[in-house]
């Protein structure tokens, strides 16, 4: 191969399979090198940023983090996803579609924005995997899934439930929007499980809840034999909060609580999930602004591309 042609496969590649080493400090940053494109035709899966953080109750600067994850994702991209037997991105077809535009002038306009996002890649037959932004951007990214699917289980780890009610209206607010998911029946509640909480909240809407504590008792494979069971073979809708990691490994985010999980604990109960019914999946709260050595905006594309192998397990490859 020509010289010249060894980095920028976000503009370059050829293929939309493959995992092709590129010098890892250059070029264009694309989500694992992948092609920018917004031609759904022939694609799978769809990664794309939405970034908007107005919906955070501390520190803004999630909308930064679709480009930390990018940027980082560019240092992991040259070689196949360890551990995993397998590479997603030789049974996937994969884009990269850039980021969801909308009018932060205008804030209620915004979940509408995200919806049709969402809408116009799952009506082309695509899934998605979601860079946020706050975690509001799961509420409408919810919605546009459960068009599609109906009731979700929702696997959700956080430190926080985001189930604190509403009762006065549609709050756009990152703490609110599970709370209107479950009453309004996007997500069924009875098969849905959250991950890592560490807030308190007396009433958590029917989710089944794995605090950290039990995390850290219990050990990952309980955890992940527990979430097996509550989602069994239902469509399951995967969000993750970076801040479910403990501030040590994601400082970069803007509500961070003490006690949570390691990055480690976090991919291996992810990788134990292998076989759900995976059907959509986000990945939010990553604020680079607060990281230091990319720890945070690192962690978000390891454990997105621990996604997208849980996504590719169940869909492509017989393995
Ligand atoms: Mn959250
Ligand atoms: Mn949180």
Redesign the pocket.
Known sequence: MDIADLNDQALTRDSLYGTQAETTYAGITSFMRRRYSRDLRGVDLVVSGVPFDTATTNRPGARFGPRGIRAASAGIAWERHWPWAFDPFEHLAVIDYGDCAFDHGTPQSVPESIETHARRILDAGCAMLTLGGD?FISYPLLKAHHRRHGPLALIHF?A?S?TWPDEEGQRID??TMFWHAAREGLVDPARSVQIGLRTTNDDHQGFQVLDARQVHRLGCEAIAAAIRERVGDHPVYLTF?I?CLDPAFAPGTGTPVCGGLSTTQALEILGSLRGINLVGMDL??VAPAYDHAEITSLAGATLAMEMLCLYAARHKVDV
């Open positions: 975690h956080d926080h985001d990152h703490g909060d801040d939010v709260e």
